[in-house]
């Protein structure tokens, strides 16, 4: 690994724990290797990022999940955390969580977070008969890419609405 590829990996969890503080969050998913582990068992597109010659540029996590499960989210039923561990594996999902989206600051407004989550959802409808999105907003941009991804991908989208 290059210098420059280590400091953007470097600067790509640092903006993850920056946003989503999951470190102090246990309600939330905090990625490490098990839970990366499980992510590619519920299917090898939960995960997906793009990289140029420094290094990642943005990450994506989205995860299949049940219906039923889904909607619990969506009522505050169970957490994201939850909602994770709940999933089963080896079934048909129906329904996808956006989870989450980080592309660095110099590369944002291009459309990379969108093109790599509605390339998941693709390669994933190939194998689950998914009829919903749903996610929950951190931001406005969290907002707006949901709400593209859901219009592009002709599917319903739900949303968690923060407490608070």
């Given at each position: 690994m290059s210098r420059k590829t280590?400091?953007?990996?470097?600067?790509m969890i640092q903006l993850a724990e920056e946003f989503f503080g999951t470190r102090n969050d246990p309600s939330q998913i905090s990625v490490d290797q098990n839970v990366m582990s499980r992510l590619k068992e519920v299917h090898p597109c939960t995960m997906t990022e793009k990289q140029t010659r420094k290094g990642p540029i943005s990450w994506v996590l989205i995860i299949p999940t049940t219906e039923g499960l889904m909607k619990r989210f969506i009522r505050k039923e169970i957490n994201e955390r939850e909602l994770f561990k709940k999933t089963p594996l080896h079934i048909k999902y129906n329904a996808i969580y956006l989870c989450s989206?980080?592309?660095?600051?110099?590369?944002?407004?291009?459309?990379?977070?969108?093109?790599?989550?509605?390339?998941?959802?693709?390669?994933?409808?190939?194998?689950?008969?998914?009829?919903?999105?749903?996610?929950?907003?951190?931001?406005?941009?969290?907002k707006r890419l949901a709400v593209s991804v859901a219009k592009e991908c002709r599917l319903p989208l739900y949303k968690r609405i923060n407490s608070g």
């Open positions: 280590s400091e953007n990996l470097v600067r989206a980080l592309v660095l600051p110099e590369h944002r407004k291009k459309g990379i977070a969108k093109q790599l989550m509605c390339k998941a959802i693709k390669s994933i409808k190939k194998e689950h008969p998914i009829d919903a999105l749903f996610y929950w907003a951190f931001s406005t941009a969290g």
